[in-house]
């Protein structure tokens, strides 16, 4: 594994070639010349921003996206994304942070907030008038696929509420803040598996990954999340339980990706790594092991499945598709669109949504293209998830409940558990 | 079970991983990153030169035949007569199997010539149709076209030089924003806002008042992506000129074309193609290479196979490495290779000089089955084959066998793994 320090990221600046493959693939690029591009914005300016020189060069960095897919395609192994992330980082550290993206990261307090009373939060905030509102005062895109509030109550709460499966082995559960208060279904489906399965759940106290903030450019919040994340999830790792989570990006951020932007590197950062799993992997390891249950019921249905660029920056294959290749029926077809578009709260800003709908394209035909006898579409991030819904009118799932309706645990219409 | 993984995804390993998955078997291509097709000008390079003379190669597969006699351990003298034209029979009908015909000068063999980025001739084997135009044995005058403002692509000095060799050439310019409405803008994107209809209509009605009657028309290599075809036809009916594409600095368009078709190829096929994945470890027992182990953002992804291919490029490509020191070595299985000995024998002292300079003939010794071999002769794993830039005894940029060598040594190593 390649070590995670400033050092190493800055380093890889000079296995640059300017062969200019990563603005050829650039998906943001590719629709608006605000973004002059990977190559561009990352290592060309990167030499211009030495350290400690806190005025920046080149303030279209902030039109990155963080997809990553500049990363994937290089052949020469330069961290792109992460020097740009790091760039944005620079800008705010010198200029500020604008009030809507100081919101945007604080994707938790939101949640916790609007949990307080879901109906009146979502009312408040999702008509029309508020829209138009947020987007003028703040900036934050009308038309965007910001999630509403649960009205079942946050997944932590229903978590405690329902009785437990008690059980010699042990699994660790990250939710993530969008499981927590806008998708608990997610949560209780991974739940229902894992205890299918003979696992009993654990649900730790847990803070936000910190991507919103990684994202926007708030490294030293971002740092408070990520070391709070730390001291609470350490000790399991410490006692071998494996940490599982549902959200691949929540798992991105918390087993590489802080490490690696925020510099914070030591055998905590290392053993919390090592424990931490995306679901589906960790499944598809029990199948590998011939651990797992195979006794799917029959799922009639063609799925597409939109691989999302958070996926695909583990560099761990396609676990989810490998896992639901497992169950009779499914038909699931794999795309090969760049990005979703809205990656992160990138879309969600009134400057960048119609570049965001416009990444998104190639994801929305992919998905349109199976026909209307798919009904449903499935990916492992949750941002894409409501961006295609958004950008198809279709339903969206996630794939752990995919796998919790093979098991006979769950109604993927309804989107909840069936009785007993 | 993956019974073959191809490491690299070049045109060694893209054809390679094709010819496998053709003969029906399970194959999964791995590489670090895309490169290699993305640097190439899309046309098939056999043999332009000997080392040590600068009169070029009219009849390659003639001269092969001399290849072998003077140098035996060649690619071409260990694949022979009947191999070579096997896997270029092979790859014309692929070629036009995936809507990209190749074609080459004449039944007799002959390279064509055609011009480079700079207007010099460049001999090659095979071209795509939309290069063949601009065969420089025709005595048509050429006309070519720039777009003020585009990089890369100077219309004055290709034709100043083409007349310089005594080629009727001219250069003229059309507004870039005939195809596009920005100002900053690479070959790849303009090739993709060629594929809207609308644009190339109007492209192609004033590239007609440019022309006059008689004339070929040379463009930079922009005509289209996945409407390339259409593009390009659409472009010589309208104008009624003959029309020829020039490949442009990278990345190449034309090469990205051929990379596109022939990965949407191999999923037809059922085969994966997984880029970002760097290997880093391997796992034998005796001489069979059970799994190779990529890096990834949690744990290495394994990859078990009955067979590898390592088609992971030369120095350039990455598949060997070198240091300050002098040390060489190959990056995946740390096999053998055939190098100089110290430092300073790497590099002659004219960066021109006709021979070429040892340390690019460094590479990896086969036996005529394509399988690596120690300093004794002696198979070094009985499951690992090796084709393309990676192997020994020859070096492709500066013979102009770039792309053949690439061709010829993946089908015949992708044949010899699936015998056994």
Same mark, same amino acid.
């Not at chain 1, 038909?331 to 795309?335: L, T």
């Not at chain 2, 191999?83 to 896997?87: E, L, R």
């Not at chain 2, 690019?360 to 010794?365: Q, T, V």
């Given at each position: 594994?390649?070590?995670?320090s400033?050092?190493?990221?800055?380093?890889?600046l000079?296995?640059?070639?300017?062969?200019?493959?990563c603005t050829?693939?650039?998906p943001v690029?590719?629709v608006?010349?605000?973004f002059?591009g990977?190559?561009?914005?990352?290592?060309?300016a990167?030499?211009?921003r030495?350290?400690g020189?806190l005025k920046?060069?080149?303030l279209?960095?902030?039109y990155?996206?963080a997809c990553?897919v500049c990363n994937?395609?290089c052949p020469s192994?330069?961290k792109?994304?992460?020097?740009?992330a790091r760039?944005?980082a *620079?800008?705010?550290?010198?200029r500020g942070?604008?009030?809507r993206n100081?919101?945007?990261?604080?994707?938790e307090?939101?949640?916790m907030?609007?949990?307080?009373?879901?109906q009146?939060?979502n009312?408040?905030?999702?008509?029309?008038f508020?829209?138009?509102?947020?987007?003028k005062?703040?900036?934050?895109?009308? +038309?965007?696929?910001?999630?509403?509030?649960?009205?079942?109550?946050s997944?932590?709460?229903w978590?405690?509420r329902?009785?437990r499966?008690?059980?010699?082995n042990?699994?660790?559960y990250f939710?993530?803040c969008?499981?927590n208060y806008?998708?608990?279904?997610? =949560?209780?489906?991974?739940?229902?598996?894992?205890?299918?399965?003979g696992?009993e759940?654990i649900v730790p106290?847990?803070?936000?990954?910190?991507?919103?903030?990684?994202?926007?450019?708030?490294?030293p919040a971002?740092?408070k999340?990520?070391?709070s994340?730390?001291a609470?999830?350490?000790?399991y790792?410490?006692?071998?339980y494996?940490?599982?989570?549902t959200?691949?990006?929540?798992v991105?951020v918390?087993?590489e990706?802080?490490?690696?932007?925020?510099d914070?590197e030591?055998d *905590?950062t290392?053993?919390?790594?090592r424990?931490?799993w995306?679901?589906s992997?960790?499944?598809?390891?029990?199948h590998e092991?011939g651990?797992?249950?195979?006794?799917?019921?029959?799922l009639?249905?063609?799925l597409?499945y939109?691989v999302?660029? *958070?996926?695909?920056?583990?560099?761990?294959g396609?676990?989810?598709?490998?896992?639901?290749?497992?169950?009779p029926?499914l038909?699931?077809?794999?795309?090969n669109?760049?990005?979703c578009?809205?990656a992160?709260?990138?879309g969600?800003?009134s400057?960048?949504?119609?570049?965001?709908?416009?990444?998104?394209a190639?994801?929305?035909?992919f998905?349109r293209?199976?026909g209307?006898?798919?009904?449903?579409v499935?990916?492992d991030?949750?941002?894409c998830r409501w961006q295609?819904?958004?950008?198809?009118?279709?339903l969206?799932r996630?794939?752990?409940?995919?796998?919790?309706a093979?098991y006979g645990?769950?109604?993927?219409?309804?989107?909840?558990?069936k009785?007993g | 079970?993956t019974?073959?993984?191809?490491?690299g995804?070049?045109?060694?390993?893209l054809i390679?991983?094709t010819?496998a998955a053709q003969?029906?078997?399970q194959v999964k291509?791995?590489?670090k990153?895309l490169?290699?097709? +993305?640097?190439?000008?899309?046309s098939?390079?056999?043999?332009?030169?000997?080392?040590?003379?600068?009169?070029?190669i009219?009849?390659?597969?003639?001269?092969?035949?001399?290849?072998?006699?003077?140098q035996?351990?060649?690619?071409?003298?260990l694949?022979g007569?009947a191999?070579?034209?096997?896997?270029l029979?092979n790859f014309?009908?692929?070629?036009?199997?995936i809507?990209?015909?190749?074609? =080459?000068?004449?039944?007799? =063999?002959?390279?064509?010539w055609?011009?480079s980025?700079?207007?010099a001739a460049r001999p090659?084997f095979l071209?795509?149709r939309?290069?063949?135009?601009?065969?420089?044995?025709?005595?048509?005058?050429m006309l070519?076209?720039?777009?003020?403002g585009?990089r890369?692509?100077?219309?004055?000095?290709?034709?100043e030089?083409?007349? %310089?060799q005594?080629?009727?050439a001219r250069?003229?310019?059309l507004?870039?924003?005939l195809?596009?409405?920005?100002?900053d803008?690479?070959?790849?994107q303009?090739a993709?806002?060629?594929?809207d209809p609308?644009r190339?209509?109007?492209?192609?009605?004033e590239?007609?008042?440019?022309?006059q009657?008689g004339?070929?028309?040379?463009?930079?290599?922009?005509?289209g992506m996945?409407?390339?075809a259409?593009?390009?036809?659409e472009?010589?009916?309208q104008?009624?000129?003959e029309?020829?594409?020039?490949?442009?600095?990278?990345?190449s368009v034309?090469?990205i074309?051929?990379?596109?078709?022939?990965?949407? +190829?191999l999923?037809e096929l059922?085969?994966?193609v997984?880029v970002n994945?760097?290997v880093?470890?391997?796992h034998?027992e005796?001489?069979?290479?059970?799994?190779?182990?990529?890096?990834?953002?949690g744990?290495?992804l394994?990859?078990?196979?009955e067979k590898?291919?390592?088609?992971?490029g030369?120095?350039?490509?990455g598949?060997?490495?070198?240091?300050h020191?002098g %040390?060489?070595w190959?990056?995946i299985?740390g096999l053998?290779?055939?190098a100089?000995?110290e430092?300073g *024998?790497?590099?002659?002292?004219r960066?021109?000089d006709?021979?070429g300079h040892?340390i690019?003939?460094?590479?990896?010794?086969v036996?005529?089955?394509?399988?690596?071999i120690?300093?004794n002769g002696?198979?070094?794993f009985?499951?690992v084959?090796?084709?393309g830039?990676?192997l020994?005894?020859?070096?492709?940029?500066?013979?102009?066998?770039?792309?053949?060598i690439?061709?010829?040594?993946?089908s015949a190593?992708?044949?010899f793994?699936g015998?056994?």
């Open positions: 594994m390649h070590t995670a400033w050092h190493s990221v800055g380093m890889t000079d296995e640059c070639i300017k062969c200019n493959i050829a693939y650039c690029a590719a608006t010349e605000k002059p990977p190559k561009y914005a990352g290592p060309q990167q030499r211009f030495e350290s020189q920046s060069p080149d279209a960095v902030d990155c996206s990553r994937e395609v192994g330069v792109i994304a992460e020097i740009n760039a944005k *620079q800008i705010v550290a010198a942070i604008p009030l100081w919101f945007f990261g604080r994707n307090i939101l949640g907030i609007g949990n307080r009373a879901p009146i939060a009312l408040g905030f999702h008509n029309p508020s829209r138009w509102m947020a987007e005062i703040l900036g934050v895109a009308r +038309h965007a696929p910001i999630p509403h509030w649960s009205t079942r109550g997944f932590a709460s978590f405690r329902t009785p499966l008690k059980s010699e042990k699994v660790v939710h993530g969008s499981t806008y998708e608990p279904e997610v =949560g209780q489906a991974a739940v229902a598996v894992l205890e299918h399965l696992y759940v106290p847990q803070n936000c990954c910190g991507l919103p903030m990684l994202n926007n450019g708030e490294f971002a740092e999340l990520y070391r994340n730390l609470k999830l350490v000790p790792a410490d006692r071998g494996p940490i599982v989570g959200s691949v990006s929540c991105l918390l087993r990706e802080a490490s690696e932007m925020l914070v030591n *905590q290392h053993r919390l790594g424990a931490l995306d679901l992997e960790w499944l598809r390891d029990l092991q651990k797992l249950d195979t006794n799917f019921r029959e009639k249905m063609i597409p939109h999302s660029c *958070q996926a695909r920056a583990h560099r761990m396609r676990p989810s598709l490998d896992v639901m290749t497992l169950i029926g038909d699931v077809r794999e795309g669109a760049k990005c578009g809205l992160g709260t990138y969600y800003k400057e960048k949504y119609e570049i965001a709908m416009k990444v998104g190639d994801a929305f035909r998905v293209a199976q209307d006898a798919a009904r449903m499935t990916s991030s949750e941002i295609l819904q958004h950008g198809t009118q279709k969206a996630a794939p752990i409940e995919i796998l919790a093979a645990l769950y109604d993927l219409d309804q989107r909840r558990l009785a | 079970m019974e073959l993984v191809v490491i995804a070049g045109l060694a390993g390679a991983a010819r003969a029906g078997h291509i791995i590489a990153g490169g290699a097709t +993305h640097w190439h000008a899309g098939v390079d056999l043999l332009g030169y000997f080392p040590n003379e600068t009169v070029a009219q009849r390659p597969l003639d001269a092969m035949r001399d290849i072998a006699r003077v035996p351990q060649h690619p071409y003298a694949l007569d191999q070579i034209g096997d896997a029979k014309l009908a692929l070629a036009r199997a809507g990209l015909p190749y074609s =080459g000068a004449n039944q007799d =063999g002959d390279n064509l055609l011009p980025p700079v207007g090659t071209a795509p939309a290069q063949r135009a601009g065969e420089l044995s025709r005595t048509e005058p070519i076209v720039g777009l003020r585009m890369d692509f100077y219309p004055e000095l290709i034709a030089n083409l007349g %310089k005594g080629h009727r250069a003229a310019f507004p870039l924003d195809i596009t409405d920005r100002r803008i690479t070959t790849v303009l993709y806002a060629l594929d609308a190339r209509e109007k492209f192609a009605s590239l007609k008042k440019l022309a009657s004339e070929r028309i040379g463009l930079p290599a922009i005509l996945d409407a390339h259409d593009t390009f036809d472009l010589q009916a104008t009624g000129a029309i020829f594409e020039i490949p442009t600095l990278p990345p034309p090469g074309r051929l990379t596109n078709a022939l990965r949407n +190829h999923r059922g085969a994966r997984d994945m760097d880093i470890a391997f034998a005796g001489a069979r290479v059970l799994w190779i182990e990529s890096e990834a953002s744990r290495p394994k990859h078990r196979a590898f291919l390592l088609a992971t030369g120095i350039i490509g598949g060997i490495n070198t240091d020191t %040390k060489i190959e990056t299985f053998p290779l055939v100089p000995r430092r *024998q790497w590099f002659r002292a960066f021109f006709p021979a040892p690019f003939r460094a590479g990896i010794p036996n005529r089955e394509f399988q690596p120690d300093a002696a198979r070094v009985a499951n084959w090796a084709a830039g990676t020994a005894h020859c070096d492709p940029i500066l013979e102009r066998a770039l792309e053949g690439a061709i010829t040594t993946g190593a992708a044949c793994a015998r056994k």
